[in-house]
């Protein structure tokens, strides 16, 4: 179902987004080669929770059959790891690995999700422009983002932009609605037709993730259940925020 958020629940959006904003800037200042992505964990929980709100990733289940509840309060995908990586004690980041971090708080109810990619000392350039072509793509999305436009707008957008750099983005997984439930309608892919799809109106909370994969968009599931991993072993970034859907450009909820 989709969800048209009234001011209220708007105002309650925006504290719960405000919550993984700053957990993203503890995260950014925090992170560095030689910590284990179990530490990055417990930053993250610790500031979600003296800011008054819950990792919703903790013990998230996603009702598919065999998929086990998500055990930590962020998902870390480090170089060809694409999304979903569970933290470790004995994962260790090093000098020049890309990590993503996804994560969402919830609070008084509502959800906030974003995602970013970190990049470790120095990379080569290559994986520099993987890296900016991921959150690029995000703002080429939302550019389309406003009533008189649909989610295959932002979604055609995307995944125009991304192919035009000479990479690819990935199918299996896509953005979504998000309010009460994490994982809200509608889906957003990213990529596909444009002026296809729900309109888009005032009120709309959504979670725009572009998913770029440096070589083919190939994914495989690793047997923890949750790992997504690129087939051919190519890097991976990852990059979303909550927006509101407003009368004219969107509200990026999820930085301050
Ligand atoms: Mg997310």
Excluded at 169 to 193: A, L
Excluded at 215 to 228: M, P, Q
């Amino acid at each position: 179902m989709v969800t048209i958020k009234s001011k209220r629940e708007i105002a309650l959006m925006q504290e719960a987004c405000k919550v993984v904003a700053l957990t993203y800037q503890k995260l950014e200042k925090e992170i560095n080669a030689g910590m284990t992505t179990w530490e990055l964990d417990k930053i993250a929980e610790n500031t979600m929770k003296q800011l008054g709100a819950i990792p919703a990733q903790k013990g998230y289940n996603p009702g598919i059959k065999g998929v086990p509840q998500f055990p930590a309060s962020i998902c870390v995908s480090i170089n060809d790891e694409v999304i979903h990586g569970i933290p470790s004690k004995h994962r260790i980041i090093k000098e020049g690995d890309i990590v993503s971090i996804d994560t969402v708080a919830l609070k008084d109810g509502f959800n906030g999700d974003a995602a970013r990619t970190f990049v470790i000392g120095k990379v080569p350039k290559e994986t520099q422009r993987l890296v900016d072509v991921t959150k690029q793509a995000f703002y080429e999305g939302i550019k389309y983002a406003k009533p008189g436009y649909r989610i295959g707008d932002i979604s055609h957008a995307i995944g125009e932009y991304v192919h035009s750099q000479g990479f690819s983005v990935v199918q299996e997984f896509q953005g979504h609605g998000i309010g009460k439930e994490m994982h809200e309608d509608p889906g957003i892919p990213n990529s596909g037709k444009a002026g296809r799809g729900l309109r888009l109106e005032p009120g709309m909370t959504l979670a725009v993730e572009p998913m770029v994969i440096q070589g083919k968009s190939n994914i495989l599931e690793l047997d923890d259940g949750w790992t997504i991993i690129t087939e051919d072993g190519s890097l991976a970034a990852h990059y979303e925020n909550t927006i509101l859907i407003t009368e004219k450009e969107p509200k990026i909820l999820t930085i301050l």
